[in-house]
């Protein structure tokens, strides 16, 4: 045991610290999600204006995540972590002190826009930190940390409300957890290159990474427009649910506490299978994870209305977040062997824009169906996420198949057709 403990430190060691940052932020962010639509229109936000303060965030996250991304790298990525960090941590607090419509879309805009310096920052360092054939995993274990926070979130969410009799100590906690997050990054992560190591050109120039495996010359490639697509159907469910769920599930007569629960059980499959799926493509190849995976999210909202009972609600969240855990390191994993050398985070920043565009216009269009049916949120997100599945797939074909192969390292050239896929 001891000696795997070792192999594990040796193996993860040197982004462990990012990773119990990511589910530092994800505590606090799980412990605000459930409260916010009721925050909201407890305090004079109607059902059509709560999309639109929901939309804020990822609104500007849509401006900022290319603009940070492309910046990240060009500048040292740490310095812009912890910014990102502290300005969102301040941002999370503000809807205590001005309240109102106006108010909550302006500090929702400008802690999306905090995040975005940090997120694109995050995730291209985890693509340079590791070598290609244990970039899902990497990716499985950072789903884990958010989904193992969004778990814990509600909960220390619930206790902290209920010793203290003040459901907004929630708004503390978010804070609190991203300054806490900052410290953790200013302390324990070190300044990474913006090239992971061993990235390279063949004799003929081509881009190769670590394991002799070709990478794209250009951002303009077709299997980063495939991620693009199979990202925003993901998003899109974000969106939606995050404006409806709670709404929803109060409708059927769910009190805070099941609403809690229903969070806590869609996040159970992330946090334990995560890792475990991101082993797995790095072994099998990541294909038949990321179309399953996706399809799973879609059916999963076309069924959600057609089971009105709260504990099947749950049930089915089961079934949606091993899908969750299937996708989301299959399509991280789909991005960086998508991104051109020494230009990880702009790629990241481009999906990062890809999936809020999803997320907006899902919140806007989920407040206004929800306004006249809390059925037809559901029905929509499903429908659009298996549409995007589909248009990624006519994209990539057989060049998605192959990129999502194992990385084994290879000693011989890269085949033409292998050069071709981008």
Same mark, same amino acid.
């Given at each position: 045991?001891t ?10 060691g040197p982004?462990?610290?990012l990773l119990?940052?990511e589910l530092v ?8 999600l459930?409260i916010?639509p009721?925050?909201?229109t407890e305090?004079? &936000?109607?059902?059509?204006t709560?999309g639109?303060?929901?939309?804020a965030?990822?609104?500007a ?11 990240a790298?060009r ?8 910014v990102?960090?502290?300005l969102?941590g301040?941002?999370?607090?503000l809807p205590?002190f ?11 805009a400008l ?9 694109p ?19 499985g274990?950072?789903?884990?940390a ?7 979130g509600?909960a220390?969410?619930g206790?902290?409300?209920a ?12 804070g609190i957890t991203l ?5 953790l990054?200013?302390w324990r ?7 992971a190591a061993g990235?390279?050109a ?5 881009p190769?990474?670590a394991a002799g495996w ?6 303009r490639?077709l299997?980063?427009l495939?991620?693009v /697509?199979?990202t925003?159907?993901n998003?899109f469910a974000?969106?939606?649910y ?9 409708s ?5 506490? &099941?609403i ?11 946090l334990?299978?995560s890792a /475990?799926f991101?082993r797995?493509?790095d072994?099998?190849?990541?294909f038949?994870a ?15 209305p057609l089971?009105?009972a709260?504990?099947?609600m749950i049930?089915?969240?089961? /079934?949606?977040? +091993? ?5 989301v390191?299959?399509?991280?994993l ?5 991104s051109?050398?020494?230009r990880s985070s702009t790629a ?10 999803? +997320?907006i ?10 306004a006249?049916d809390?059925?037809?949120p559901?029905? +929509?997100?499903?429908? &659009?996420?298996?549409?995007c ?6 994209l990539g074909r057989r060049?998605?198949?192959?990129a999502?192969?194992?990385?084994r390292?290879? +000693?011989s050239a890269p085949?033409?057709a292998?050069e071709a896929?981008f």
């Amino acid at each position: 045991m001891t000696d795997r403990v070792r192999a594990w430190a040796a193996q993860w060691g040197p982004i462990a610290p990012l990773l119990l940052a990511e589910l530092v932020i994800w505590v606090g962010f799980g412990a605000l999600l459930p409260i916010l639509p009721i925050y909201f229109t407890e305090h004079g &936000v109607d059902i059509r204006t709560l999309g639109l303060v929901v939309a804020a965030w990822p609104a500007a996250r849509l401006v900022g995540e290319p603009l940070f991304g492309w910046l990240a790298d060009r500048v040292n990525r740490r310095p812009m972590m912890i910014v990102g960090l502290l300005l969102a941590g301040v941002f999370a607090v503000l809807p205590l002190f001005a309240v109102g419509p106006a108010a909550f879309i302006v500090f929702r805009a400008l802690s999306g826009f905090a995040a975005a310096m940090y997120d694109p920052a995050a995730r291209g360092y985890l693509v340079d930190a590791n070598p290609p054939e244990r970039q899902g995993e990497a990716f499985g274990i950072y789903g884990s940390a958010q989904t193992g926070g969004f778990m814990l979130g509600p909960a220390i969410g619930g206790v902290a409300a209920a010793l203290t009799g003040q459901p907004t100590v929630v708004f503390w906690i978010a804070g609190i957890t991203l300054i806490l997050s900052a410290i953790l990054v200013a302390w324990r992560v070190p300044e990474l290159s913006h090239v992971a190591a061993g990235d390279t050109a063949d004799g003929a120039g081509q881009p190769v990474d670590a394991a002799g495996w070709p990478r794209p010359a250009r951002l303009r490639n077709l299997l980063l427009l495939a991620a693009v /697509f199979f990202t925003v159907g993901n998003y899109f469910a974000g969106g939606s649910y995050e404006v409806v769920w709670s709404l929803y599930l109060t409708s059927l007569g769910a009190n805070l506490d &099941v609403i809690g629960l229903s969070f806590f059980t869609f996040g159970l499959p992330p946090l334990l299978l995560s890792a /475990f799926f991101g082993r797995f493509i790095d072994r099998e190849g990541g294909f038949l994870a990321l179309v399953v995976g996706v399809a799973g999210i879609g059916i999963s909202g076309l069924l959600y209305p057609l089971v009105p009972a709260v504990w099947w609600m749950i049930v089915l969240g089961l /079934f949606e977040g +091993t899908a969750f855990a299937m996708a989301v390191p299959a399509i991280f994993l789909l991005v960086a062997r998508s991104s051109p050398v020494g230009r990880s985070s702009t790629a990241q920043g481009i999906i990062g824009a890809s999936g809020t565009t999803g +997320t907006i216009v899902a919140s806007i269009l989920a407040g206004t169906l929800a306004a006249t049916d809390l059925r037809l949120p559901f029905w +929509t997100t499903g429908t &659009v996420t298996l549409i995007c599945l589909a248009i990624g797939l006519l994209l990539g074909r057989r060049r998605l198949y192959d990129a999502m192969q194992p990385r084994r390292r290879r +000693t011989s050239a890269p085949s033409p057709a292998s050069e071709a896929a981008f």
